[in-house]
Structures are given as structure tokens and as C-alpha cells.
């Protein structure tokens, strides 16, 4: 089967959330299909990346981008009434690239990573059409907006808002609709609930990822991210200024390290703190990951699965997050790690493992065992196969309304919301 699958930027290197699902996806994919590729590049680096897609696709057509200019032109949606992110990740070139390609190539089957890529799939008679959601990022702009002030805030809310009638849109337009993980079929079921929604789980690569002995009496903490994403600005401002403090008060030699790339300006400066190290972009996070005594994700603005959670289980270290962090993967709090929600607690489960290498050792040994258990990419990815199977079987038409296979997601260990840690008529201009 052809496959045309198209991606809001280079899905490799496979180092940060939304190049590692798409990435994991085409790999699958390409056992059993011949893949055509179309992706913008929002720089030189990202778009020479693309060589390293070529053994796993038929075609890889790579659109260079100025981020800078799609940011002017997303300013059009002000005015519009579409939400930014249509227009930002708007380009002739790329709709210009998909047709060339459908004229070439007889396609069975599209697929579009994000709802940014909706606008670029075409109307093709009889030819099922996917789009994988992940997460429900209109939820994540309103999440920007209670964590920003005036006048950021009203645009968020805004954005947030438009975004969410433009996914309900977007929606209405495919066979098969994919999100991350339960917690996000829940929420786009709740102002979608005739949408034909499946859950395909993130996974995490088990063999890259293996755990290290740890370093006798560390008390090195770790972060790990893109430091020019919102979420992990906001994640690691709020851990130095109100977790951070308290931990040294009780445990004075406790550091924290941030590794990723793009830090901002203001997790620059993080750097001035006593104690605090801004490491920046690394080519392979493990060494930092591994002599960690505990990974902290203290993300107050989150949704679907975080990556950095699953890769520090996978490499046996353990882990305090948030509930919100914590959504999307279904791990028992208390046994598989930690989870906090204000800054006293937070602080106090991470001094509760800095003091106890037992508990250490046994949080991590149990943590890389959910992953092996849960987490493997190709268990994950076998709900996609279904997914495909039962979009094709529509014959590119629209399918009735309800879930489509998602039986390969973690049933949730907890029960119900149980996080406690201690113990689209959008006219698509793609539519030709």
C-alpha cells in the first residue's frame, strides 16, 4: 500500500516529543508499506535531518520554512477568525509538493501528523484519510492561558477556543482520527463525541534506553527537555523558585540540571542560581539521565504522554512528577514513581528518595519494568494496524460514529483519576 504521510516538520532525529511518535510511526509503517513523505523543515539542519528518512521511504519532499514569516502570517488569523496555527504552518509549496506526488504516485492511504497538516490532504474518491491528533492542543493553549499574564492570556484563551472548533472540524473530515492516550480520547470525545477516535500509545525504544548503575551518594537532579517549549520553561522556572529552595534547606549539596536545547533567556539566567546547571542541547541524553539520582518533571501545563517520564523509567531511574504530567501514562503512583502537585510535596517525595537509596533502587527497578511490560513500541503500535484496516474497509467514506480499536492501551492501574503519588467548515485550501 502507498502511504502519503505528512508532518509539521522533519520526523528525525527522533530527540523530542512530537519527531519521536512520528518517527516511531513511519518506521512501523514501512515494514508493510511504501511511504511518500512530505514535511516542512523550519531550518538547514532540520532539512539535511531528512537523509536520514530515506531508507525507511519511497519519496521524502522536504518544504524549507522561515519561522519567522509563518509567525507574521499566523497573525492573519487575528483578523480571520481561524486559529493561528492554520495559517503559520500555511505553504503553497508543500500543497504544491502533496499534488505532484498524488499525480505520480497512486495513493491508498494519507495520513497527517497534527491538525496544522489537515489543510494539506487531499480529497482523493474512494482513498481513507487518517489524522493523528496526539494530544488536544486546544486544551493546551487554555493551560498557557491560566499560567500567562494580560495580554497573553486573552490570546491563549483565544487561540484555545478556535483551536477547538477547528479540531472539532478537522475531525469531521477523516475516516480515523488517532490521540495518545485514554485521557485524551476522553477530553476530544467531550466536544467530539461522534468523532471515529483511536488510541495509538506512545511508546519508548527499550533498547536505547537501559538502565546504568547509579552513582553512589548522588544528589544530582534531572531535567530533561526543549527549553524553548512553554510547558518546560514554565516546568523548570517554577521548580527553581519554589521546589528547589526547599530541598536545599534539608539537603544543602542537592543540585539540578537541565539538559535540552534552545534554553530561553530566562532558563539562561536559572544558571545564576547556587546549585543549578543549564546544560543546553545534547546529542544523546542518557550519560545525564544516568547519573541522576532522581528525575523531576514538574510540569504544571501538560497533556498526552510525556517522553522524558517514559525514558527515565526505561533507564531504571526514579521519577516525581505531577498528575497533570502524569495523564497519559498509566503507572501506579507510589510504586512506579512519585507524583506531587504543589511545591511542599513535590519537594518533600523528591528529599523522600534523596535520602533513601533503597527506595531509589527499588522505584527504578520497578519502573523499567512497567515500561517493558507496557511500553514497547511495537505493542503500542499495533493498534494503528486495526485503525487502518478499519479505515479502509470505509472505502474513504466517513464511518459511523465511536471508538475505533484501541485495545492496545494500558488499562489504567489506578482506577478512576487516581493520582495521588503518595502512596472543521475551516475551508481547507488542501481540499483540491
Given at each position: ?59 521524502v519532499e522536504v518544504v524549507r520554512r522561515s519561522a519567522r514569516w509563518a509567525t507574521w502570517r499566523s497573525l492573519t488569523g487575528l483578523v480571520t477568525g481561524r486559529p493561528l496555527t492554520v495559517p503559520y504552518f500555511g505553504s503553497r509549496e508543500l500543497q504544491r509538493a502533496v499534488r505532484r ?195 523531576v518533571v514538574p510540569l504544571r501545563i501538560a497533556r498526552g504522554v510525556q517522553n522524558k517520564i517514559l525514558e527515565a523509567m526505561a533507564c531504571g531511574r526514579p521519577v516525581v512528577t505531577t498528575g497533570r504530567a502524569l495523564e497519559g501514562i498509566q503507572a501506579r503512583p507510589g510504586r512506579d ?32 519494568a512497567l515500561v517493558e511490560d507496557r511500553y514497547r513500541w511495537e505493542r503500542c503500535l499495533r493498534s494503528l494496524d486495526e485503525i487502518i484496516k478499519a479505515a479502509r474497509r470505509t472505502g474513504g467514506s466517513f464511518p459511523e460514529s465511536g471508538f475505533i480499536p484501541q485495545h492496545n492501551e ?23
Amino acid at each position: 500500500m502507498n502511504i502519503l504521510f505528512l508532518t509539521h516538520r522533519v520526523p528525525y532525529p527522533p530527540d523530542k516529543g512530537d519527531r519521536i511518535r512520528s518517527y516511531h510511526l513511519i518506521r512501523h509503517l514501512a515494514r508493510d508499506h511504501r511511504l511518500h513523505l512530505a514535511c516542512q523543515a523550519w531550518s538547514r539542519e532540520e532539512a539535511e535531518a531528512a537523509e536520514g528518512l530515506r531508507h525507511l521511504c519511497r519519496s521524502v519532499e522536504v518544504v524549507r520554512r522561515s519561522a519567522r514569516w509563518a509567525t507574521w502570517r499566523s497573525l492573519t488569523g487575528l483578523v480571520t477568525g481561524r486559529p493561528l496555527t492554520v495559517p503559520y504552518f500555511g505553504s503553497r509549496e508543500l500543497q504544491r509538493a502533496v499534488r505532484r506526488r498524488c499525480r505520480h504516485d497512486p495513493i491508498d492511504l494519507v495520513m497527517a501528523f497534527s491538525s496544522g497538516m489537515a489543510q494539506f490532504v487531499p480529497r482523493l474518491p474512494g482513498i481513507p484519510r487518517i489524522i493523528d491528533f496526539a494530544d488536544v492542543d486546544s486544551d493546551k493553549w487554555m493551560q498557557y492561558a491560566r499560567h500567562a499574564g494580560f495580554p497573553r492570556s486573552l490570546i491563549y484563551t483565544l487561540e484555545g477556543h478556535r483551536l477547538r472548533r477547528y479540531e472539532k472540524e478537522v475531525a469531521g473530515r477523516f475516516d480515523a482520527c488517532l490521540v495518545i492516550s485514554r485521557a485524551e480520547a476522553d477530553l476530544f470525545r467531550s466536544f467530539c463525541p461522534d468523532c471515529p477516535l483511536g488510541v495509538v500509545p506512545n511508546g519508548v525504544d527499550l533498547e536505547y534506553f537501559r538502565p546504568r548503575e547509579m552513582s553512589p551518594g548522588s544528589q544530582e537532579l534531572v531535567f530533561v527537555g526543549v527549553m524553548d517549549y512553554h510547558a518546560n520553561v514554565d516546568g523548570v522556572l517554577y521548580f527553581c523558585r519554589e521546589i528547589l529552595p526547599l530541598i536545599r534547606r534539608r539537603i544543602p549539596e542537592a543540585t539540578f540540571t537541565i539538559v535540552g536545547g534552545r534554553p530561553t533567556p530566562a532558563v539562561r539566567r536559572l544558571s545564576r542560581l547556587e546549585g543549578v546547571s543549564v546544560v543546553g542541547y545534547v546529542r544523546d541524553v542518557r550519560p545525564y539521565v544516568g547519573r541522576a539520582a532522581v528525575c523531576v518533571v514538574p510540569l504544571r501545563i501538560a497533556r498526552g504522554v510525556q517522553n522524558k517520564i517514559l525514558e527515565a523509567m526505561a533507564c531504571g531511574r526514579p521519577v516525581v512528577t505531577t498528575g497533570r504530567a502524569l495523564e497519559g501514562i498509566q503507572a501506579r503512583p507510589g510504586r512506579d514513581l512519585l507524583v506531587a502537585d504543589e511545591a511542599r510535596s513535590f519537594a518533600d517525595r523528591t528529599v523522600e528518595l534523596l535520602q533513601d537509596e533503597k527506595m531509589r533502587e527499588r522505584i527504578g527497578r520497578q519502573a523499567r519494568a512497567l515500561v517493558e511490560d507496557r511500553y514497547r513500541w511495537e505493542r503500542c503500535l499495533r493498534s494503528l494496524d486495526e485503525i487502518i484496516k478499519a479505515a479502509r474497509r470505509t472505502g474513504g467514506s466517513f464511518p459511523e460514529s465511536g471508538f475505533i480499536p484501541q485495545h492496545n492501551e494500558p488499562e489504567d492501574l489506578n482506577g478512576p483519576n487516581d493520582r495521588s503519588g503518595r502512596s472543521r467548515p475551516a475551508e481547507s485550501r488542501g481540499d483540491f
